[in-house]
């Protein structure tokens, strides 16, 4: 067993104990490469099924070539694709910097779809390399009523036993990526020739290395216009990949804070 | 003095082929202030894995809080650990060096924080024990040692730490050196490595250290790329539990991942508890070029079987010649997280592998003293306290000692909502109860049938199963029986009473009532009723059954059927009926061994339903069976 193949497996019998634990679940697909990693292991883990919604809160501010991609995969794939639109900037806390606020439109959009689907559990492609918050998270992850994250007091998780029991209200965000490092994304994207919005290629000596909102997130210099260039450059740089996402880097505190209120 | 910011970073290790590898996983353990943090914050810098800025951006957080550069702030990302100067909670954090890549796992030296040293230290490949070269060997550094020990991880390296503050002497490290090999030998870990360092000066990490002339070892970086990564258990025997069926196509697909041993499609398997058997008839895939014939350790697979079992959640899939044990009863070794503590009497649900069961706590033998290993006897095991203890579950489970395989050897408690504790696995001092399901015949070979249960309740019209009722001679368990069997027929239902004393006329006509054969007796029934149970008729059974222990194995001979009913009464209400005279003859002495009087009766824990006769009529207490057997047994079963 390779390393891919050791991620893969991993990956897959967390997806699995997540669809036996949970009758009422729902995946987040952001369009981003590692939702559509996420959601090909899906298919793996459920022999060319997905089982369960694919969940996207718009903010009506992505890129045309998302909104191109979302709309030829989810028929492509077979999804059961659920798409709801984010509230309007006035109702988000306005104490936040201005790039997070944008950004809890999406905490607030996910909060009224878990009410609505009545979800017990939320799938979400976050991995511990992306963010120091980030790193400190459970595969199952608890979230309390209001969908906050309570990082002080997280329950112990160890030999693959997940949290699965929890009290009514509550949910737990289930994260099946958790272990992959961005390189072992690119990698796995490049042997199993997964699709990908064409915007992680270069274009006029420009990349993104992450996708967000048009209005708060920036492309790198690059000329990786293939995954293999790509996976090469990541493999050279020290530059952080969401380095090009504001909301990240307004306060020394501006992320926690955003995950703590419920972000993915 | 050097601080990290006059160095320059060196550059990524570029060995492309090293990023396919995988990451050793390594755990960093130790006491509060000991610097893990410092150290891990070093070996990022040292290995060139910092992005660009960062060393810059902790430089500017030491200075705004007016302390000397701070290599703990890399990780401590979190506003609140800043704030308290202590690491709160497990952090994965990826690097590299030019030999392969790592993960390393920053685990808390805070004393309450063991749950999440224990999700740290769990899953790694090797350990760093990170101890203070001034303060040597300290509480949690015995504690973590041994935590290290009872996760079964034995490669353990240990970094003397901040050699600076005692001036880089010799004597002092070799000192504190003997101090943690002797404890560590104690509990069986032989260190690797122990090694002298100052993380905070970078001393003793990427390249031996000038300062400490004297010492002839590797310095840690090498130290780490020689070790081994923890092999997959691909030549232990064969253990397939089984995570989930799938249904989304013609395919009946068994899910699982291969937690030891290798799976070829042909391979006959053996299913326990249940010991059922089929061959594997093809390992499903999906975006496989061409069909997969096997598969081993750490995959997760999915196959179909020749034959269409009764397999679930939580059966184990083996060969037959190195199956599990089964048991209902073992001793385990204990590490308690719980907030309330672990008493004897209490129920936990387990969950081993995929398997998930109540269990009782039994006994508690003792508990662990860490810091000098002493043990003592006590009745509860404390938060974050190690103890010996026996848990009973009501089911058979298939399961492993630790030492013969750890996958199947190892299991978590469940208190309410939350995860109290985890646990090893030993058999010492209990028998494999396969045998005592085994067939004894060799050349035997079950018949599935074409009609399966499913189809008999369509045909029905009602669910079939078991009734069991148990409770002492007299308190109505034979009227309730034939009363509610009446009922139910004229409703149209499928049902039969199997009754004590019908039984030992005929079937049982061999058998006395000492222990032993009580539980034959019972035996006996409990498998002639699942036969009329799969046969889709509702079994009625009225014994006394007063043992626990073959109540359960009944259950266990078809647990998806059996409903456990207490029919319950005070033992003066059913001397008071007497409706055979037996317990005038057994306060006589006429009969021996009569349950209540001369033998116990184990009432049952949490039976799925209890009748009190004493306080409900007769016509309340049919009432009360027909709703209950109309609540599970009603409709064809279509709906589930």
Not at chain 1, 145 to 173: C, L, M, S, V
Not at chain 2, 340 to 360: C, D, F, N, Q, S
Not at chain 2, 428 to 448: C, K, L, M, Y
Not at chain 2, 529 to 548: C, D, E, N, Q
């Amino acid at each position: 067993m390779n390393h891919l193949d050791a991620l893969e497996a991993q990956s897959v019998y967390i997806l699995r104990e997540a669809f036996n634990k949970f009758d009422r679940l729902g995946m987040l697909w952001s369009l981003g490469k590692d939702s559509n990693v996420m959601l090909w292991l899906a298919k793996k883990a459920f022999f060319g099924h997905v089982p369960f919604p694919a969940m996207f809160c718009d903010t009506g501010k992505k890129f045309p070539e998302m909104y191109a991609f979302q709309d030829r995969y989810a028929v492509e794939w077979g999804l059961n694709f659920i798409k709801r639109d984010c509230p309007p900037i006035e109702e988000i806390d306005p104490t936040l910097p201005p790039a997070a606020r944008s950004a809890a439109r999406k905490t607030e959009a996910l909060k009224r779809l878990i009410a609505e689907l009545d979800l017990q559990a939320v799938i979400a492609g976050i991995r511990r390399d992306e963010e120091a918050t980030r790193a400190k998270e459970r595969v199952f992850s608890p979230r309390g009523e209001n969908a906050e994250w309570d990082f002080r007091d997280q329950p112990p998780e160890f030999w693959d036993q997940f949290k699965t029991d929890f009290a009514p209200g509550t949910h737990i965000r289930v994260h099946p990526l958790l272990h992959w490092t961005e390189l072992d994304i690119w990698l796995y994207i490049q042997r199993e020739g997964i699709p990908l919005v064409p915007l992680y290629f270069a274009r006029d000596g420009k990349r993104y290395r992450s996708l967000g909102d048009m209005d708060i997130t920036h492309p790198v210099a690059s000329d990786a216009d293939t995954v293999a260039k790509i996976i090469a450059e990541l493999r050279g740089t020290r530059v952080a990949e969401r380095s090009g996402r504001a909301m990240d880097h307004e306060s020394e505190d501006a992320f926690e804070r955003l995950r703590s209120a419920g972000y993915m | 003095m050097t601080t990290a910011l006059n160095q320059p970073a060196p550059a990524p290790a570029a060995a492309a082929a090293s990023t396919d590898l995988a990451p050793l996983k390594l755990v960093i353990v130790g006491h509060v202030d000991h610097g893990k943090s410092t150290l891990i914050g070093r070996l990022l810098h040292d290995t060139g894995a910092l992005p660009d800025g960062k060393a810059e951006a902790v430089k500017a957080m030491s200075d705004r809080r007016g302390m000397p550069m701070e290599w703990a702030f890399v990780l401590d990302a979190l506003q609140a650990e800043r704030d308290q100067g202590i690491t709160i909670d497990t952090t994965q954090i990826f690097f590299k060096t030019a030999t392969r890549p790592y993960v390393i796992i920053d685990a808390p030296g805070h004393k309450e924080f063991l749950k999440n040293m224990v999700s740290g230290a769990a899953s790694a490949d090797a350990a760093i024990l990170v101890v203070d070269a001034k303060d040597g060997v300290q509480e949690q550094t015995r504690r973590h040692g041994y935590i290290l020990h009872l996760l079964g991880l034995e490669q353990v390296v240990v970094a003397v730490n901040k050699m600076d503050l005692v001036d880089y002497d010799q004597g002092r490290f070799e000192a504190v050196a003997a101090e943690v090999r002797a404890y560590l030998i104690s509990m069986g870990i032989a260190p690797v490595h122990i090694l002298p360092v100052s993380a905070r000066h970078g001393d003793g990490l990427a390249a031996t250290s000038d300062r400490m002339p004297w010492f002839k070892g590797p310095p840690l970086i090498a130290a780490l790329d020689d070790l081994p990564a923890k092999p997959l258990p691909v030549d232990l025997p064969l253990r397939f539990p089984i995570q989930d069926i799938y249904k989304f196509d013609d395919r009946r697909i068994l899910a699982g991942r291969i937690e030891s041993g290798r799976l070829t499609v042909g391979d006959a398997l053996l299913f326990s508890p249940t010991n059922a058997r089929a061959r594997v008839k093809s390992i499903e895939a999906w975006a496989i070029d061409g069909p997969v014939t096997s598969a081993s350790a750490g995959q997760s697979i999915g196959i179909t079987l020749d034959d269409q079992l009764f397999v679930e959640r939580g059966h184990v899939a083996s060969h037959a010649t190195e199956p599990p044990v089964e048991t209902n009863v073992f001793r385990a070794r204990i590490f308690w997280l719980g907030r309330a503590p672990m008493e004897v009497g209490r129920r936990y649900k387990l969950k081993l592998a995929t398997m998930e069961h109540p269990v009782e706590v039994q006994a508690i033998e003792r508990v662990i003293e860490v810091g000098d290993l002493s043990e003592r006897p006590a009745d509860r095991i404390e938060r974050n306290e190690v103890g010996e203890v026996i848990l009973r579950a009501r089911a058979t489970l298939a399961l492993d000692p630790f030492t013969d395989n750890p996958k199947l050897g190892r299991f978590v408690l469940i208190d309410g909502y939350d995860m109290a504790g985890g646990g090893l696995v030993s058999m010492e001092g209990f028998p494999d109860q396969r045998q005592r399901t085994a067939p004894t015949s060799q050349n035997i070979t079950a018949v599935e049938h074409r009609v399966t249960t499913d189809a008999r309740w369509s045909a029905n019209g009602h669910k079939s199963g078991i009734l069991w009722l148990t409770g002492l001679s007299g308190a109505g368990k034979s009227t309730l029986a034939v009363e509610l069997e009446q009922a139910l027929f004229r409703k149209g239902w499928q049902a039969y009473v199997l009754d004590g004393d019908n039984i030992r006329f005929g079937l049982s006509a061999d058998l006395g009532f000492a222990p032993e054969d009580r539980a034959e007796n019972i035996r006996r029934v409990g498998e002639v009723a699942a036969l009329f149970a799969r046969a889709g008729v509702l079994v009625i059974t009225a014994f006394i059954s007063p043992y626990r222990e073959d109540r359960d194995r009944a259950r266990a001979v078809a647990p998806e059927l059996f409903h456990e009913v207490h029919v319950k009464a005070d033992l003066a209400i059913c001397e008071g009926r007497d409706p055979k005279g037996l317990y005038k003859k057994a306060r006589t002495g006429e009969i021996a061994e009569f349950t209540g009087i001369s033998a116990p009766y184990e009432e049952p824990d949490s039976p799925d339903l209890e009748v009190d006769t004493g306080a409900l009529s007769l016509q309340e207490s049919v009432a009360r069976l027909l709703g209950y057997v109309e609540a599970n047994f009603g409709g064809n079963g279509n709906g589930r």
